[in-house]
């Protein structure tokens, strides 16, 4: 069963546009999410995050959008360069001090077409 | 470079052998985290020591599996007896203190790649 979903296993951008990665939850316990970025032979490199008590939360290129009600969140790369090419993994994690253990999603490729 | 380390990169092994891989977390962080990650999937929780104390350890890590972290620094992970289903990248991440903090961002190292013949 799985609580975090990435439904898209690939994706497609060209150069320059905005890159829409998505991500759905199931676990109501889940407040506090992450997105991480993989390089082939390279660990998870940390992202972005967002906590349930807001709705966004930008960072550069990056911006992250949570909508609790839906258990969904997105990630919004804009404008996409050739070097976000990666697979980028959502993840989740309970609040306070029990919150030890991320589940992630099983990745979504990002292909930026130059 | 104050990131997670691990050793070594690469393990081929032949079943049945045992393996142990090591992790050096980021030296200011005192919790630490195994996952495994297997191919088209997402990391996968093991275990989770804060400083040197084991205080988790998810249903995966059969009795095959033993991890510890003498002193609350390095460590290690070991499998015994390892099947060909043991062939996965193994990750170790570290966070810091929870004090003031709301979230649980972990920093992983590069990976262990475990080939099992």
């Known amino acids: 069963d799985q609580q975090v979903k990435q439904n898209s296993p690939s994706l497609s951008v060209q150069e320059g546009r905005i890159s829409i990665l998505n991500c759905d939850y199931t676990n109501s316990m889940f407040d506090y999410f992450l997105w991480y970025k993989k390089y082939p032979a390279e660990g998870p490199t940390f992202l972005i995050s967002?906590?349930?008590?807001?709705d966004k939360n930008e960072d550069g290129r990056f911006t992250v959008f949570l909508n609790k009600s839906a258990k969904h969140l997105s990630l919004h790369i804009v404008p996409s360069q050739p070097g976000d090419s990666a697979v980028y993994f959502c993840?989740?994690?309970?609040?306070?001090?029990?919150?030890?253990?991320?589940?992630f999603g099983k990745g979504t490729k990002l292909s930026v077409i130059p | 470079d104050t990131g997670v380390s691990q050793n070594p990169r690469h393990k081929i092994t032949k079943r049945g052998q045992n393996v142990t891989f090591r992790c050096d977390p980021i030296s200011e962080h005192n919790r630490l985290y195994w996952y495994r990650q297997t191919l088209g999937q997402g990391p996968e929780f093991l275990t989770y020591?804060?400083?040197?104390?084991?205080?988790?350890k998810s249903r995966l890590l059969s009795d095959r599996f033993s991890a510890e972290r003498p002193k609350g620094s390095f460590s290690t992970l070991e499998i015994q007896r390892t099947e060909q289903g043991d062939s996965a990248m193994y990750l170790c991440?570290?966070?810091?203190?929870?004090?003031?903090?709301?979230?649980?961002?972990?920093?992983f190292g590069p990976g262990t790649r475990l080939t099992v013949l």
């Open positions: 967002i906590s349930s008590i807001k």
């Open positions: 020591f804060q400083n040197e104390a084991q205080l988790e």
């Open positions: 991440a570290s966070s810091p203190n929870w004090a003031g903090r709301r979230g649980n961002e972990q920093f």
């Open positions: 993840a989740a994690s309970p609040s306070g001090a029990g919150s030890y253990q991320l589940t």
